[in-house]
C-alpha cells in the first residue's frame, strides 16, 4: 500500500504565492512519476507540473514561469511552489504518484502503483 498525505492549500490574493507538499509512504520500491494535477468546478482534472520518469518534468501552459515543482526523493516528497497566482487557478490539487512497491504476503513480489492524493483546496481570490 502507498499512502499520500498533501498539505498546503488554502487561500492566497491574486498575485500571491502557496507551496503544496505531498509525501509518500509505505512500501514503495520506486517512483516513476510524480506530481500535481488539478480540478476546478465543472471542468476536468487537468496535468499542472508531473516529473516524468527519465528526468522531463512537463508543465501546462498555464503554469509555466509561474509554478515550480520539486521533490526530495529522500522523502519521497514533492513540493509545487505556486507563485504570481491567478484567480483561475482556483482548484482542488491532487497528487498523483506511480511507480513500484512491494506487494505483502510472505512471497513478496514488485507491483506496480498508482495513488491519489486526498485533494488540498486552493482558492484565489481578493
Known amino acids: 500500500q502507498v499512502q499520500l498525505v498533501e498539505s498546503g492549500g488554502g487561500l492566497a490574493l491574486p498575485g500571491g504565492s502557496l507551496r503544496l507538499s505531498c509525501a509518500a509512504s509505505g512500501t514503495i520500491f520506486s517512483i516513476d512519476d510524480m506530481g500535481w494535477y488539478r480540478q476546478a468546478p465543472g471542468k476536468q482534472r487537468e496535468s499542472v507540473a508531473v516529473f516524468i520518469s527519465g528526468g522531463t518534468t512537463n508543465y501546462a501552459e498555464s503554469a509555466k514561469g509561474r509554478f515550480t515543482l520539486s521533490r526530495d526523493n529522500a522523502k519521497n516528497t514533492v513540493y509545487l511552489q505556486m507563485n504570481s497566482l491567478k484567480p483561475e487557478d482556483t482548484a482542488v490539487y491532487y497528487c498523483?504518484?506511480?511507480?513500484?512497491?512491494?506487494?505483502?504476503?510472505?512471497?513478496?513480489?514488485?507491483?506496480?502503483?498508482?495513488?491519489w492524493g486526498q485533494g488540498t483546496q486552493v482558492t484565489v481570490s481578493s
Open positions: 498523483n504518484v506511480q511507480g513500484k512497491m512491494w506487494t505483502s504476503g510472505y512471497r513478496k513480489t514488485l507491483a506496480d502503483f498508482i495513488s
